[in-house]
């Protein structure tokens, strides 16, 4: 397969050289094209036209039963030892492969559309001195493109200019890492002063120096300069790039601020121009897409390992079968010779030969190709099961379930790991300003006349805030007192609220009067900002040297002197500002633990009443911040000021210089009070990630976001309790020092334990060619959580500590891996696929979780608001996270159940029929004779048996939904492939042949000698044949009946109008009308209706039914009272009790804890520097409005709600 992908590779022009080092110059086409880099198209389809058949089918002969089929087909068109009609084998054959190949196809139409809709997208590219709409896919490396806001990105580009004050760029890149807050990207000045100037960007080329002049209002003279950059090669590094622009004989270094990626939105940026730098695959988003690979369940493996297997027993049956013909011909073959003369040239050895590959013909149907076909139609009618399921649909974004893969149901019911994505995945990307301490009063919650809490939910009464005409209409509150304690004039809680609304580096712009849009580089500071907004304290507007805001209806104008910025180690942030009196303040809010260390000591008593609450907060999960202020001298802030410039100028340590003046100014605070702000989880989160760990699932948290946010949900999600025994955070910048820190987790966890992991070696697949792997779980004792950082998880992922990382991870209840890459997110699936040999899920919303999704069994995209991406690579989708507990516990568990019952049945059944054939060959002479009538050997699979156990398969369950709910370790069996396995296999073959040699022997004896009722003789070939097949039939019928659990109308219909539709047929077959029209098709005149007359056969079925059904009760009975399972205990207790009811809706228990879920700092520094920067607010002409469509998810994003926008339709 490789060979034939490395052709069509070629063909499409494919490097095949690895590339060292990127060098291009911007608008030099002929120059660019000369490397032959990847133009911006993109494909993530497997066939085309041409491809499809050859590849197509290539791809289905792999499948060993197919290959097998063929073979048979083949065998059956010689006519010497063709023992069945041709037409049995083909018919089926060119079936399942049509049925097969359709669904392929309809899928690579489905990826070359949405190849098609993302390459015909349109972007203003620089031709030949003019901007030229062109398609996506004809974009090239070096070309200059224009984007405009909240256009896509098309390419990996080098940011040239923009319409923004200092060459800034507003991007959204949720796409890539699910952070929602938007970024800042700068050009460099050089580049940023050609602006939006047409021929100045035109000559921006990689030649010489030369003049250009062009005309506008009046003559100017404009120089060209020339542009070449040297670079890494393409990569999947997200947060990193090297480079050098050289700009007429000048270097200019080149990072990851310079670059805008594709797969991120252009915000708030009316327009903006780059230079391609990697087009297509060779972007970063594309690097980390991972590697669509052709999903299999491990039903499936198994069924190939078996299938072989059976192939070995079918190989030695003929084989002893042929020795006894051989036997057989030489000492009774040669009295028949007179009569039954042999082929001219056929002796005894050639006749042993061909009756080898007539026994492979009649005892094919251990391997019957109905057995694919079968569960392909019942993993199909799973499938719409859970497109029909009206529990997964989610009637706000008018969203169901959707099954996008039909040929995985089964391993839904198998799951032991899942990976989850965080933001939009568990949480909604909705920030909240929830509830507050003001001069220690709780603020936010709703009490009961008992003084009990009230759980707030849609229909709770909201506070007005009509009064506030400059109030944000999406912001919700319930606490009615809070306002009315602000109207009244309390001194405190309007201080509270003006910190608030001073105290941050948030941009407004409100391009009509009244409408502002905030646009914070951290979403809970806009949260912040409009709860001062709603409360009267509104922030209007800023300069680099003032601030504005309107205070109960009142405009007040702020000098702003100082911003404190914020970052990882600071944990706070600070303003100075002089109010219109003159008054100078010192506000400050940051970490509770930052500022109580800096408060007065006056505050000591408010700071334990604030502890109590934030106490409280933290148990709700909440992301708490703590306030305070100080008002500061005129003559000391001076000196200080001078101190401040002196640092901020100089050379050298000027961070530690800063830090020591922002040390002394910000101590003796005073406390106001603490905020506590939602990161709303989905619905039903907690709840799910508690049933899915009672059903033995591991839930791994892979998130791109930062470790405080992500621990935060953690605690949210009551994945990190207070009660776990420890929580490690590896967050180490060495390979030496993440490996001491895994190690040191480990052995605290299991001290005893030893130093190198349990490994066994095995050897699995097809022909048993694959090497396994497994790393066996330590003992733990308690429960423990392990938090990483993508920094430290490079080197955990590297091959010496790769099996450190996953031993000490998977004696964790918990794990969070945070600031990880798309890529990072793949390999730890693939490293606990590797060494686990356990089923894997993956689930998220964005395109940074393509790569997890393609590289686990199963992915699971949930259709969210950071695009399609997700939904497009994976096999399930839906709305909401909690889907995800209806998916597995009920439709996985289900699904599994009824493909195992399929399997055992099929097996039995089969293998009950071809043993009857394999007795019957020592009374025939070792002929190749068939027991049965030919036309019951074509029909027994295709109708006689194929709808009753298509019926159990697409409608048995043990028990229903709501038990499934209620007992979540009813799914344990799934994951440890208790239901069908080798063992159970081997034990089908054991039953089947004990019920053979009943339907054989019992038959035979019962028959031997016998006589009807009038003296005639009944005891020929075709009456025990007709005897033979009806016991069989009957037999497997009833054993369907006992694997039964869950009877409907349809099942009886299937069951009854089978074996109805046998004696029809049969009646019908045997009929002289039929051997008068076709006399040498239908031999058997008469026969069914001289013997079932016979009180003796009917008496003889009833006997071979009761034989082989009695112990199989027998067995299940004595099973169930000394081993019962889990399935066993809750189906007796069914019987007993009655239908739990749904779980009521009970408000959440008040939960204390002592740890802070931290305000989320961001890694980099905030807008402090740019918002006192002089040039922050130049003057620029006008322009029109961003939002022109006011329906738009962005125009309506209000501050409240901080979601990612969801892709919009193409407006061109």
Same mark, same amino acid.
């Given at each position: 397969?490789?060979?034939?992908?490395?052709?069509?590779?070629?063909?499409?022009?494919?490097?095949?050289?690895?590339?060292?080092?990127?060098?291009?110059?911007?608008?030099?086409?002929?120059?660019?094209?000369?490397?032959?880099?990847?133009?911006?198209?993109?494909?993530?389809?497997?066939?085309?036209?041409?491809?499809?058949?050859?590849?197509?089918?290539?791809?289905?002969?792999?499948?060993?039963?197919?290959?097998?089929?063929?073979?048979?087909?083949?065998?059956?068109?010689?006519?010497?030892?063709?023992?069945?009609?041709?037409?049995?084998?083909?018919?089926?054959?060119?079936?399942?492969?049509?049925?097969?190949?359709?669904?392929? +196809?309809?899928?690579?139409?489905?990826?070359?559309?949405?190849?098609?809709?993302?390459?015909?997208?349109?972007?203003?590219?620089?031709?030949?001195?003019?901007?030229?709409?062109?398609?996506?896919?004809?974009?090239?490396?070096?070309?200059?493109?224009?984007?405009?806001?909240?256009?896509?990105?098309?390419?990996?580009?080098?940011?040239?200019?923009?319409?923004?004050?200092?060459n800034l760029v507003y991007v959204e890149t949720a796409e890539l890492d699910g952070e929602t807050n938007l970024k800042v990207k700068q050009a460099l000045t050089l580049t940023g002063e050609m602006g939006d100037t047409i021929p100045a960007l035109a000559s921006f080329k990689g030649d010489n120096f030369n003049e250009v002049f062009y005309e506008s209002d009046k003559s100017e003279k404009c120089f060209s300069i020339s542009g070449e950059v040297r670079c890494e090669p393409p990569n999947n590094r997200l947060d990193k790039f090297k480079g050098t622009l050289t700009v007429d004989g000048q270097t200019y270094s080149l990072d990851n601020d310079k670059v805008l990626l594709r797969g991120c939105t252009l915000r708030?940026?009316?327009?903006?121009?780059?230079?391609?730098?990697?087009?297509?695959?060779?972007?970063?988003?594309?690097?980390?897409?991972?590697?669509?690979?052709?999903?299999?369940?491990?039903?499936?493996?198994?069924?190939?390992?078996?299938?072989?297997?059976?192939?070995?027993?079918?190989?030695?049956?003929?084989?002893?079968?042929?020795?006894?013909?051989?036997?057989?011909?030489?000492?009774?073959?040669?009295?028949?010779?007179?009569?039954?003369?042999? @082929?001219?040239?056929?002796?005894?050895?050639?006749?042993?030969?061909?009756?080898?590959?007539?026994?492979?013909?009649?005892?094919?149907?251990?391997?019957?190709?109905?057995?694919?076909?079968?569960?392909?139609?019942?993993?199909?009618?799973?499938?719409?099961?859970?497109?029909?399921?009206?529990?997964?649909?989610?009637?706000?974004?008018?969203?169901?379930?959707?099954?996008?893969?039909?040929?995985?149901?089964?391993?839904?019911?198998?799951?032991?790991?899942?990976?989850?994505?965080?933001?939009?995945?568990?949480?909604?990307?909705?920030?909240?300003?929830?509830?507050?301490?003001?001069?220690?009063?709780?603020?936010?919650?709703?009490?009961?006349?008992?003084?009990?809490?009230?759980?707030?939910?849609?229909?709770?009464?909201?506070?007005?805030?009509?009064?506030?005409?400059?109030?944000?209409?999406?912001?919700?509150?319930?606490?009615?007192?809070?306002?009315?304690?602000?109207?009244?004039?309390?001194?405190?809680?309007?201080?509270?609220?003006?910190?608030?609304?001073?105290?941050?580096?948030?941009?407004? @712009?409100?391009?009509?009067?009244?409408?502002?849009?905030?646009?914070?580089?951290?979403?809970?500071?806009?949260?912040?900002?409009?709860?001062? *907004?709603?409360?009267?304290?509104?922030?209007?507007?800023?300069?680099?040297?003032?601030?504005?805001?309107?205070?109960?209806?009142?405009?007040?104008?702020?000098?702003?002197?100082?911003?404190?910025?914020?970052?990882?180690?600071?944990?706070?942030?600070?303003?100075?500002?002089?109010?219109?009196?003159?008054?100078?303040?010192?506000?400050?809010?940051?970490?509770?633990?930052?500022?109580?260390?800096?408060?007065?000591?006056?505050?000591?008593?408010?700071?334990?009443?604030?502890?109590?609450?934030?106490?409280?907060?933290?148990g709700d999960g909440l992301r708490t911040l703590v306030l305070a202020y100080k008002d500061l001298d005129e003559s000391y802030l001076k000196e200080w000021m001078q101190r401040h410039h002196v640092a901020s100028t100089a050379m050298d340590e000027r961070d530690e210089k800063l830090d020591e003046l922002y040390e002394e100014i910000e101590k003796d605070l005073l406390l106001l009070g603490a905020t506590a702000v939602e990161d709303k989880l989905q619905d039903g989160v907690p709840q799910t990630i508690e049933q899915l760990a009672k059903a033995g699932i591991k839930i791994w948290v892979l998130t791109g976001d930062k470790q405080e946010t992500a621990e935060n949900i953690g605690y949210s999600c009551n994945m990190?309790?207070?009660?776990?025994?420890?929580?490690?955070?590896?967050?180490?910048?060495?390979?030496?020092?993440?490996?001491?820190?895994?190690?040191?987790?480990?052995?605290?966890?299991?001290?005893?334990?030893?130093?190198?992991?349990?490994?066994?070696?095995?050897?699995?697949?097809?022909?048993?060619?694959?090497?396994?792997?497994? /790393?066996?779980?330590?003992?733990?004792?308690? @429960? %423990?959580?392990? /938090?990483?950082?993508?920094?430290?998880?490079?080197?955990?992922?590297?091959?010496?500590?790769?099996? @450190?990382?996953?031993?000490?991870?998977?004696?964790?209840?918990?794990?969070?891996?945070?600031?990880?890459?798309?890529?990072?997110?793949?390999?730890?699936?693939?490293?606990?696929?590797?060494?686990?040999?356990?089923?894997?899920?993956?689930?998220?919303?964005?395109?940074?979780?393509?790569?997890?999704?393609?590289?686990?069994?199963?992915?699971?995209?949930?259709?969210?608001?950071?695009?399609?991406?997700?939904?497009?690579?994976?096999?399930?989708?839906?709305?909401?996270?909690?889907?995800?507990?209806?998916?597995?516990?009920?439709?996985?568990?289900?699904? %599994?159940?009824?493909?195992?019952?399929?399997?055992?049945?099929?097996?039995?059944?089969?293998?009950?029929?071809?043993?009857?054939?394999?007795?019957?060959?020592?009374?025939?002479?070792?002929?190749?004779?068939?027991?049965?009538?030919?036309?019951?050997?074509?029909?027994?699979?295709?109708?006689?048996?194929?709808?009753?156990?298509?019926?159990?398969?697409?409608?048995?369950?043990?028990?229903?939904?709501?038990?499934?709910?209620?007992?979540?370790?009813?799914?344990?069996?799934?994951?440890?492939?208790? %239901?069908?396995?080798?063992?159970?296999?081997?034990?089908?073959?054991?039953?089947?042949?004990?019920?053979?040699?009943?339907?054989?022997?019992?038959?035979?004896?019962?028959?031997?000698?016998?006589?009807?009722?009038?003296?005639?003789?009944?005891?020929?070939?075709?009456?025990?044949?007709?005897?033979?097949?009806?016991?069989?039939?009957?037999?497997?019928?009833?054993?369907?009946?006992?694997?039964?659990?869950?009877?409907?109308?349809?099942?009886?219909?299937?069951?009854?109008?089978?074996?109805?539709?046998?004696?029809?047929?049969?009646?019908?077959?045997?009929?002289?009308?039929?051997?008068?029209?076709?006399?040498?098709?239908?031999?058997?005149?008469?026969?069914?209706?001289?013997?079932?007359?016979?009180?003796?056969?009917?008496?003889?079925?009833?006997?071979?039914?009761?034989?082989?059904?009695?112990?199989?009760?027998?067995?299940?009975?004595?099973?169930?009272?000394?081993?019962?399972?889990?399935?066993?205990?809750? *189906?007796?207790?069914?019987?007993?009790?009655?239908?739990?009811?749904?779980?009521?809706?009970?408000?959440?228990?008040?939960?204390?804890?002592?740890?802070?879920?931290? %305000?989320?700092?961001?890694? +980099?520094?905030?807008?402090?520097?740019?918002?006192?920067?002089?040039?922050?607010?130049?003057?620029?002409?006008?322009?029109?409005?961003?939002?022109?469509?006011?329906?738009?998810?962005?125009?309506?994003?209000?501050?409240?709600?901080?979601?990612?926008?969801?892709?919009?339709?193409?407006?061109?």
């Amino acid at each position: 397969m490789g060979s034939v992908e490395s052709y069509f590779g070629r063909l499409c022009g494919q490097q095949q050289n690895k590339e060292e080092e990127r060098l291009l110059r911007a608008n030099d086409r002929p120059f660019n094209l000369s490397y032959n880099y990847a133009n911006n198209a993109i494909k993530t389809s497997k066939y085309n036209i041409f491809t499809f058949l050859p590849l197509n089918l290539f791809e289905q002969f792999r499948r060993l039963a197919n290959s097998y089929f063929l073979f048979l087909f083949v065998l059956q068109l010689i006519p010497q030892i063709a023992s069945l009609s041709w037409f049995t084998t083909a018919v089926p054959l060119i079936l399942v492969l049509s049925i097969t190949a359709v669904k392929d +196809a309809t899928d690579d139409i489905n990826r070359h559309k949405s190849d098609n809709q993302v390459n015909n997208r349109k972007v203003n590219v620089l031709i030949d001195g003019e901007l030229q709409s062109e398609k996506w896919m004809n974009v090239q490396v070096g070309d200059v493109i224009k984007l405009e806001n909240n256009q896509f990105v098309t390419a990996d580009l080098l940011l040239l200019s923009s319409s923004e004050p200092l060459n800034l760029v507003y991007v959204e890149t949720a796409e890539l890492d699910g952070e929602t807050n938007l970024k800042v990207k700068q050009a460099l000045t050089l580049t940023g002063e050609m602006g939006d100037t047409i021929p100045a960007l035109a000559s921006f080329k990689g030649d010489n120096f030369n003049e250009v002049f062009y005309e506008s209002d009046k003559s100017e003279k404009c120089f060209s300069i020339s542009g070449e950059v040297r670079c890494e090669p393409p990569n999947n590094r997200l947060d990193k790039f090297k480079g050098t622009l050289t700009v007429d004989g000048q270097t200019y270094s080149l990072d990851n601020d310079k670059v805008l990626l594709r797969g991120c939105t252009l915000r708030n940026t009316e327009w903006c121009f780059g230079l391609v730098i990697f087009g297509g695959p060779d972007t970063k988003l594309m690097q980390n897409s991972g590697k669509t690979t052709f999903k299999r369940t491990s039903v499936d493996h198994l069924m190939n390992v078996l299938v072989l297997c059976i192939f070995g027993f079918l190989a030695t049956m003929c084989s002893v079968l042929t020795i006894g013909n051989a036997i057989w011909e030489i000492k009774e073959g040669s009295v028949f010779t007179v009569f039954l003369p042999r @082929e001219p040239g056929v002796d005894a050895p050639l006749s042993s030969f061909l009756t080898f590959w007539s026994y492979v013909i009649v005892l094919n149907t251990v391997v019957p190709i109905s057995l694919y076909v079968s569960v392909e139609i019942i993993r199909l009618g799973n499938s719409f099961y859970i497109d029909w399921d009206r529990k997964m649909y989610y009637p706000k974004s008018d969203t169901p379930a959707q099954a996008r893969t039909t040929t995985l149901n089964e391993e839904l019911g198998q799951i032991k790991y899942i990976f989850s994505d965080k933001t939009g995945t568990l949480t909604q990307n909705i920030m909240a300003f929830n509830k507050c301490s003001i001069n220690g009063k709780n603020y936010g919650e709703l009490l009961d006349f008992a003084g009990q809490r009230m759980e707030i939910t849609e229909k709770t009464p909201r506070v007005d805030f009509s009064w506030n005409q400059l109030a944000d209409p999406k912001f919700i509150f319930h606490d009615r007192s809070l306002a009315d304690t602000i109207r009244e004039g309390n001194l405190e809680a309007q201080a509270f609220f003006r910190l608030l609304a001073l105290c941050h580096t948030v941009m407004p @712009e409100e391009k009509k009067e009244g409408e502002l849009y905030y646009q914070a580089q951290s979403p809970d500071e806009g949260a912040l900002v409009t709860a001062a *907004r709603n409360f009267g304290f509104v922030f209007r507007s800023r300069t680099p040297e003032t601030i504005t805001v309107v205070e109960m209806g009142e405009q007040v104008v702020y000098d702003l002197l100082a911003v404190l910025d914020f970052n990882n180690v600071r944990k706070r942030m600070s303003v100075i500002v002089r109010n219109p009196e003159g008054k100078l303040t010192l506000y400050c809010k940051g970490a509770d633990t930052i500022i109580y260390e800096r408060l007065h000591t006056s505050c000591n008593k408010l700071m334990g009443i604030t502890t109590g609450h934030l106490n409280e907060y933290a148990g709700d999960g909440l992301r708490t911040l703590v306030l305070a202020y100080k008002d500061l001298d005129e003559s000391y802030l001076k000196e200080w000021m001078q101190r401040h410039h002196v640092a901020s100028t100089a050379m050298d340590e000027r961070d530690e210089k800063l830090d020591e003046l922002y040390e002394e100014i910000e101590k003796d605070l005073l406390l106001l009070g603490a905020t506590a702000v939602e990161d709303k989880l989905q619905d039903g989160v907690p709840q799910t990630i508690e049933q899915l760990a009672k059903a033995g699932i591991k839930i791994w948290v892979l998130t791109g976001d930062k470790q405080e946010t992500a621990e935060n949900i953690g605690y949210s999600c009551n994945m990190l309790r207070e009660e776990m025994k420890d929580i490690f955070a590896v967050s180490a910048n060495t390979a030496e020092e993440v490996k001491k820190e895994l190690v040191c987790a480990r052995r605290k966890m299991c001290p005893e334990g030893a130093d190198a992991p349990t490994v066994t070696k095995a050897r699995a697949g097809l022909f048993w060619l694959e090497k396994t792997e497994t /790393v066996h779980d330590d003992k733990v004792d308690g @429960e %423990y959580a392990l /938090v990483i950082n993508g920094h430290s998880l490079a080197f955990a992922l590297e091959k010496d500590l790769e099996l @450190e990382l996953l031993r000490t991870a998977c004696m964790c209840q918990t794990v969070i891996c945070c600031r990880v890459t798309p890529l990072q997110k793949a390999q730890v699936v693939q490293l606990v696929k590797k060494y686990k040999q356990a089923v894997t899920l993956a689930i998220g919303d964005g395109a940074n979780d393509v790569s997890m999704i393609k590289a686990a069994h199963i992915g699971v995209g949930i259709s969210g608001q950071e695009g399609m991406q997700a939904v497009l690579s994976s096999d399930f989708s839906f709305a909401q996270f909690r889907y995800l507990q209806r998916l597995l516990l009920v439709h996985g568990r289900w699904s %599994y159940l009824r493909m195992c019952k399929f399997l055992q049945y099929f097996f039995y059944k089969n293998f009950t029929f071809t043993f009857v054939h394999f007795w019957y060959a020592f009374f025939c002479g070792f002929s190749a004779q068939t027991v049965y009538d030919e036309w019951f050997i074509t029909l027994y699979n295709l109708v006689y048996t194929a709808l009753p156990v298509l019926g159990m398969s697409l409608f048995d369950q043990d028990v229903n939904d709501r038990w499934s709910f209620q007992y979540p370790q009813l799914y344990s069996p799934g994951p440890l492939n208790i %239901y069908f396995n080798k063992k159970v296999f081997v034990r089908c073959m054991i039953h089947s042949c004990y019920s053979s040699l009943i339907l054989f022997f019992i038959p035979w004896a019962a028959m031997h000698d016998t006589v009807r009722d009038d003296g005639k003789d009944i005891a020929d070939y075709q009456s025990f044949a007709l005897l033979a097949q009806t016991c069989l039939l009957v037999v497997v019928s009833i054993q369907l009946c006992l694997d039964t659990h869950y009877w409907t109308a349809v099942n009886q219909f299937f069951v009854w109008g089978s074996l109805a539709a046998y004696f029809a047929t049969t009646f019908t077959m045997y009929s002289n009308g039929m051997f008068l029209i076709f006399t040498s098709t239908f031999p058997f005149i008469g026969t069914a209706r001289n013997s079932l007359n016979q009180p003796n056969v009917w008496l003889l079925i009833l006997l071979t039914t009761l034989l082989c059904s009695l112990p199989v009760v027998a067995f299940r009975f004595i099973v169930i009272q000394l081993r019962p399972t889990v399935n066993d205990k809750v *189906r007796h207790k069914l019987h007993k009790e009655a239908l739990p009811a749904p779980a009521p809706r009970r408000p959440p228990v008040r939960r204390i804890s002592t740890r802070r879920s931290g %305000y989320a700092f961001s890694h +980099a520094k905030g807008y402090g520097d740019l918002v006192t920067s002089g040039r922050f607010l130049r003057p620029r002409k006008n322009r029109p409005a961003l939002f022109r469509q006011t329906d738009s998810p962005l125009a309506q994003n209000q501050p409240q709600y901080y979601r990612t926008t969801t892709e919009e339709s193409e407006q061109h």
